[in-house]
């Protein structure tokens, strides 16, 4: 009977890790944001002109990404593996983030894109606070989830929360299964973004 389980167990396991592996690969950052803008540009008032929603998508999106192609290229980077892609992407999207709060600022943007632009910088020096101020480590892929997330359902409305819940939930049971973050190294991330959207919008003033 228990050889039986384990066998069981060992046809289970390939196609969980590749539920898994796929599950991260479609929430990673890049591909959150951009389903973000696409969401807000047909069901909230964010983007009062076409050329906004490029600029976000440009500087939210766009940039962090090149730093995958900027590794390949930069002398000292090349063979630093996952863990030098990690920093120059962390390096990219504070540029990238920086980029279009300062774009929407020159622009005279409306509250909403301002502060969403906002709320991915302050998230991410929350997150470096976290990682380098505590004990603990902070899970940028829980913060890049669970800010896209919120916002959604802060522009759309409360029907966005039942799909909010079930995309998060299964990117932390990905995450946890491949051991990539633990649950709490997960939920820290979370409150990252959670607490980036409390503080941009005493700064900001959204009209949700």
């Known amino acids: 009977m228990n050889d039986t389980n384990l066998e069981k167990e060992a046809v289970k396991t390939p196609f969980f890790v590749k539920l898994a592996k796929l599950i991260r690969a479609l929430t990673v950052p890049p591909i959150m944001v951009t389903a973000l803008l696409l969401i807000l540009l047909f069901g909230a008032d964010v983007f009062p002109t076409t050329v906004d929603f490029v600029l976000s998508l440009v500087f939210l999106a766009i940039v962090p990404v090149l730093a995958y192609v900027a590794q390949k290229l930069l002398p000292g980077w090349k063979d630093g593996g996952q863990k030098a892609q990690r920093k120059l992407a962390f390096v990219f999207s504070i540029l990238g983030y920086t980029a279009a709060v300062v774009v929407s600022i020159v622009r005279d943007a409306i509250p909403n894109l301002l502060y969403i632009s906002l709320v991915y910088l302050v998230s991410v020096v929350i997150l470096t606070l976290f990682n380098c101020l505590s004990p603990w480590h902070a899970s940028g892929h829980g913060c890049s989830l669970m800010g ?42 979370s409150l990252s973004a959670v607490l980036s959207s409390l503080i941009c919008y005493f700064i900001v003033h959204p009209i949700f």
Do not use: D, N, Q
């Open 148 to 189: 896209p997330i919120l916002l959604s359902c802060l522009f759309v409305g409360w029907y966005a929360i039942p799909a909010g819940v079930v995309i998060y939930c299964a990117s932390l049971w990905a995450s946890v299964y491949m051991k990539r973050h633990t649950v709490r190294e997960f939920f820290l991330g």
